[in-house]
């Protein structure tokens, strides 16, 4: 039925599915790239869905944002060259804008229809565009980081959709290296790496994967989102090796950001303590997880 949300069978969560009922459809489209649709739920307000999976709701959009860009530029000192793949909804942008430090801010989002419907639907998030420091590069990550020059950045963030689509080559090895030849040495990469619930094959895949491509340090940190699949998804916060600090183990921010604001909208989720806590994982996890 038009009101219940079905994707029984994506291959990312098989049998299972999440249903939220349809207040009013407010816009459905197409790109090259995906479908989207934007509706009113009951209880987390407008909602953005790619291909039938949930990207983001006003309601609890904030954890994902926060987290993904607070975990790493909180945990480098002063980052000031910061680069965006994907994100084009705009918030990881609202949330970069929050760090003064910051000089400017690129970001590569490979389907322009999805900033075109943010802009319209989700101000409170596409306001991230309206900060003078974005540079906006529509197209494919790969060919834009091809022509990065190396050590470009202090942090990368990829805030990808799933790994199936357009954002499949985004988990693969010769993505992560040409991360990580743009980083600068002890800079960091904060990528979005599924649940521990769900997706534990591909997490030790992207592990292994980073271990090897950023000799300074990989951990796995998660947060609770309620309309992603499991409730709940992770990042990798991986650091490149070399002066000018040590790194910093991402566990220790040494940033602090409380009462940031930006033209957006107020912190709601992000603080040291749930800093620190992001990486503390259940028992199961760290024996499938961690890393050393
Ligand atoms: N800026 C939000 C991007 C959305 N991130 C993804 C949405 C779909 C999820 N299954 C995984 C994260």
Not at 135 to 156: Q, W
Not at 157 to 180: C, M, N, R, Y
Not at 246 to 268: C, S
Request: charged residues 20%.
């Amino acid at each position: 039925k038009a009101s219940k949300l079905q994707y029984y069978n994506n291959p990312m969560w098989p049998g299972e599915t999440h249903s939220l009922k349809v207040e009013k459809i407010l816009h459905q489209g197409k790109s090259p790239y995906q479908e989207v649709l934007i509706f009113e739920s009951l209880t987390y307000g407008k909602v953005l869905v790619l291909d039938g999976i949930v990207q983001l709701t006003d309601k609890d959009e904030c954890a994902y944002q926060e987290m993904i860009t607070h975990l790493p530029l909180c945990s480098i000192p002063s980052p000031k060259k910061v680069l965006v793949i994907g994100g084009g909804d705009g918030g990881v942008l609202r949330e970069i804008a929050r760090h003064g430090s910051v000089e400017s801010i690129d970001i590569c989002e490979i389907d322009q229809l999805v900033i075109d419907v943010c802009k319209d639907f989700f101000p409170d998030l596409s306001v991230g565009f309206k900060d003078p420091r974005v540079r906006l590069h529509v197209g494919d990550a790969v060919e834009f980081l091809r022509n990065t020059p190396e050590g470009t950045y202090d942090a990368i963030i990829v805030d990808s959709s799933d790994p199936i689509g357009p954002a499949q080559e985004l988990v693969e090895k010769p993505f992560f290296e040409t991360i990580a030849r743009a980083l600068r040495p002890g800079g960091v990469l904060c990528n979005q790496a599924e649940s521990m619930w769900l997706h534990t094959h591909l997490i030790q895949d992207m592990l292994s994967i980073c271990c090897e491509t950023f000799k300074g340090s990989v951990h796995y940190a998660w947060t609770s989102v309620p309309t992603y699949p499991s409730g709940a998804i992770g990042f990798l916060l991986c650091a490149k090796e070399g002066p000018p600090v040590n790194f910093l183990a991402p566990i220790n921010p040494i940033e602090k950001l409380e009462g940031a604001m930006t033209a957006g909208r107020d912190i709601r989720f992000y603080n040291t303590e749930m800093h620190k806590a992001a990486f503390v994982l259940p028992t199961f996890a760290k024996r499938e997880l961690e890393t050393y």
